[in-house]
């Protein structure tokens, strides 16, 4: 299952609302896992199931959708926020990833 | 609290082979299913393979299917990446990665990431 990701990069200002979207070649209900990149560290899970949020994550993440269109929603950018961002599919192996989005504080 | 700690990696060349380690501490190692995920500096992520926590099923991606094999001992909490006939689209920044949940059956997502054993395939 192939998950392509947009934007590939985006650049957006502290406070705003960041939407970022992963879609599936063929639907995977609700099997989609998000996770956020700081530079030089490893992945930290962020939300699963589509839209639950993992403890300790941030409030302001959140998580949709379901078979092939889903969305990451960042509310009120954070500094701390630049990252990247990527999807992960659990429905069936080979688990796989997008292509990941590259988030920049302006 | 929960530790991956990847060793093995290094400069090798084209065609030969290279065994990866992942130590395990802070939770029932046996309990849990383990993943390698690579990932080339600078590029995106790449799931490789998993065993289950049982060790009974193990899964692949299609690039490395019968030239790498995943392994665990839970005597030692230790998973290993056996890999062989390597090439230059191997090269990666290699991670272990823990199930969110014990006893997972089927695919998963991961919640624990160690920090990676750096793969360089190079004449």
């Known amino acids: ?106 | 609290q929960v530790q991956l700690v990847e060793s093995g990696g290094g400069v090798v060349q084209p065609g030969r082979s290279l065994r990866l380690s992942c130590e395990a501490s802070g939770f029932t190692f046996s309990s849990y299913g383990i993943h390698w995920v690579r990932q080339v500096p600078g590029k995106g992520l790449e799931w490789v393979a998993v065993i289950w926590y049982d060790g009974n099923n193990k899964y692949y991606a299609d690039s490395v299917k019968g030239r790498f094999t995943i392994s665990r001992d839970n005597s030692k909490n230790t998973l290993y990446l056996q890999m062989s006939r390597l090439s230059a689209e191997d090269t990666g920044l290699y991670h272990c990665a823990r199930d969110r949940d014990r006893m997972a059956e089927g695919p998963y997502y991961f919640d624990d990431w160690g920090q990676g054993t750096l793969v360089t395939v190079s004449s």
């Open chain 1, 1 to 106: 299952i192939q998950l392509t990701q947009s934007p590939s990069s985006l650049s957006a200002s502290v406070g705003d609302r960041v939407t970022i979207t992963c879609r599936a070649s063929q639907g995977i209900s609700r099997a989609l896992a998000w996770y956020q990149q700081i530079p030089g560290k490893a992945p930290t899970l962020l939300i699963y199931d589509a839209s639950n949020l993992e403890g300790g994550v941030p409030s302001r993440f959140s998580g949709r959708g379901s078979g092939t269109d889903f969305t990451l929603t960042i509310t009120r950018l954070q500094p701390e926020d630049l990252a990247t961002y990527y999807c992960q599919q659990f429905s069936t192996y080979p688990l796989t990833f997008g292509g990941g989005t590259k988030v920049e504080i302006k």
